[in-house]
């Protein structure tokens, strides 16, 4: 067998944990796959542990490992977007390919830190930063590379998408299931990135990025997260068919093509109704779920776990494994081993283009809306003409009993509609005397 793969392993936290048991359990199997012997050579530790293999160097100096000359692969677990940063760079600076879970670094510094691996001729590989275990990487990149894909929806945050099915099936409290969610090492080190959208829109940015051939742009990414969803939307929802899901979707509007400014791509992530019926609806606990709307291939639907120690393991090893690859064929040829692996975003740098990112208020979705007013005769008149004077078609109405001093809930689901249509209409809803509250929305999409 030619020269084994020396890995670093920076981080021994859940992830961390994780790629060590994989690499004990599967060694065997590794090895047939690869033809090569996988060895952990460095592990970055914050302090000395007892229960390392003493033929593995432990080390808190993990930019002096990512320089190191027993290490060919470091494997960034570390987290966060300062010190993995310069851990990442200086590995590159150094030639060592890398592999990293971490993806609010590559949101936030991706463009530089592909870049600057392309000029020192190495990959960053992030499998595991996106959907967890699921190989949406891989298969957006490489399974679907023929393709001209259109849109994109997924759950991509497994902590969010499990506190929801939690609260929804067994009626358990938000704080309790969030407790739960940590101690099963699914939750971010801030889990208000879980539960405020911002961790999925750290993998929708990436997952766009590789769509759509744009470069990676997280700060025009819409967010919404799961603390404002209630038990009475999620009930009046299921009554009209509908369940709730927080997904993040990436669009590509082709614009009415009068040289206006309404095409472009929406990113955005939100609490969505979607058809109860619909795959994504039954995606529960921890999994996570990207449905791919391409051309000529159709919808095709990825699931599996997004979160936890072994599903993340998993990927980040397969990022191994092509690299194991890449290695070989530098070995073989000096030259350049880029030419032997798919560009980081996977289009060639170059040909990225500057397609816009919609504005909030130039989106489209359907909508679902919860109104209270007083009832008396003539309210849900006002209402319907305000949203017909505003060009937008109602696809449902629910109006519940009066509830508490003569309030009727009125609920209404529409068809889709550019938001500052809806912006103006639920301005004026909100006008009328016989509005009590503000008018809650919820997006609605039947992701045909
Ligand atoms: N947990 C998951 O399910 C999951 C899934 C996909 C991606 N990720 C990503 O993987 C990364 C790691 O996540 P995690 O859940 O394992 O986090 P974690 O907090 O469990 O582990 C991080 C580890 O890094 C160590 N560490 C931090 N700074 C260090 C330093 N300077 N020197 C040495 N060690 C240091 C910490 O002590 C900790 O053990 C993050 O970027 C996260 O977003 C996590
Ligand atoms: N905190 C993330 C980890 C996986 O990226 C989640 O719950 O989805
Ligand atoms: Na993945």
Known sequence: MSKSIKLAILGLGT??????????????????????????????????????????????????????????????????????RDVIMHAIKNGKHVVTANKALLAEHGNEIFAFAEQHNVHVAYEAAVAGGIPIIKVMREGLAAN??????????????????EMRDKGRPFADVLNEAQALGYAEADPTFDVEGIDAAHKLALLASIAFGIPLQFDKVYCEGITGITLQDVNYAEELGYRIKHLGFAVRRAGNGSGDDSAGIE??????????????????????????????????????????????????????????????????????????????????????????ILRAEQMISGYYLRVHAYDSPGVLADITR?????????????????????QVPVIILTLPVVEAQMNLAIEKIEKLDTITDKVVRIRLDELT
């Open 148 to 165: 001209k894909i259109d849109w994109l929806a997924g759950i991509i945050n497994g902590t969010g998408n499990f506190i929801m099915t």
């Open 386 to 406: 305000i949203l017909s004077d505003a060009g937008i078609n109602i696809d449902a109405i629910l109006q519940k009993p009066a509830h508490k001093l003569g």
């Open 15 to 84: 992830v961390g944990t994780g790629v060590v048991n994989l690499i004990n359990d599967n060694l065997d199997e590794l090895k047939r796959r690869s033809g090569r012997d996988i060895v952990i050579t460095e592990v970055g530790v914050r302090r000395q542990r007892d229960d390392i293999d003493p033929n593995i160097m432990q080390t808190s100096d993990l930019m002096a490992t990512a320089a190191s000359d027993n290490v060919d692969i470091v494997i960034e677990l570390i987290g966060g977007t300062t010190l993995a």
């Open 267 to 356: 990113l955005r992530v939100h609490p969505t109704l979607i058809p109860q019926n619909a795959l994504l609806a039954n995606v529960n606990g921890v999994k996570n779920a990207v449905l791919v709307n391409s051309h000529p291939l159709g919808q095709t639907l990825y699931c599996g776990d997004g979160a936890g120690a072994g599903a993340t393991a998993s990927a980040v090893m397969a990022d191994v494994m092509d690299l194991v690859r890449v290695l070989g064929c530098k070995d073989a040829d000096q030259q350049n081993s880029n030419g032997h692996h798919v560009p980081h975003l996977a289009f060639i740098p170059e040909k990225l283009s500057d397609t816009p």
